[in-house]
Nanobody, 125 residues
Framework: QVQLVESGGGLVQAGGSLRLSCAASGRTVRFSAMGWVRQAPGKEREVVASISWSGEGTYYAESVKGRFTISRDRAKQMLYLQMNSLELEDTAVYYC??????????????????WGQGTQVTVSS
């Protein structure tokens, strides 16, 4: 069974930083594209950032461009999201997601086959 486990969430003041990590474990599986998807109460699920298999292609939602950076370590099967200059609107549950079908970065959450359990990020004023 494949598992994606996020860590690094928490409570931070506006303007602060957090780094989310995601570790893949379980049955050997190689994810192509991977991404971070967030969902805030009462809002639709949003792909925050996505990264291609090679790591050279990325996608960022307009709301996080210039503040968030996605990266991956394929050898360690790790995915990261560096979040800087956090805003109140960034408060949400953040999910790590992996795709076996698609290799390019994308804004579409439907491309992902596996999901983590989510980690809460709360930004306070």
């Amino acid at each position: 069974q494949v598992q994606l486990v996020e860590s690094g969430g928490g409570l931070v003041q506006a303007g602060g930083s957090l780094r989310l990590s995601c570790a893949a474990s379980g049955r050997t599986v190689r994810f192509s594209a991977m991404g971070w998807v967030r969902q805030a109460p009462g809002k639709e699920r949003e792909v925050v950032a996505s990264i291609s298999w090679s790591g050279e292609g990325t996608y960022y939602a307009e709301s996080v461009k210039g503040r968030f950076t996605i990266s991956r370590d394929r050898a360690k099967q790790m995915l990261y999201l560096q979040m800087n200059s956090l805003e109140l609107e960034d408060t949400a549950v953040y999910y790590c997601a992996g795709s076996q079908r698609y290799s390019t970065a994308s804004r579409y959450s439907t491309m992902y086959d596996y999901w983590g359990q989510g980690t809460q990020v709360t930004v306070s004023s």
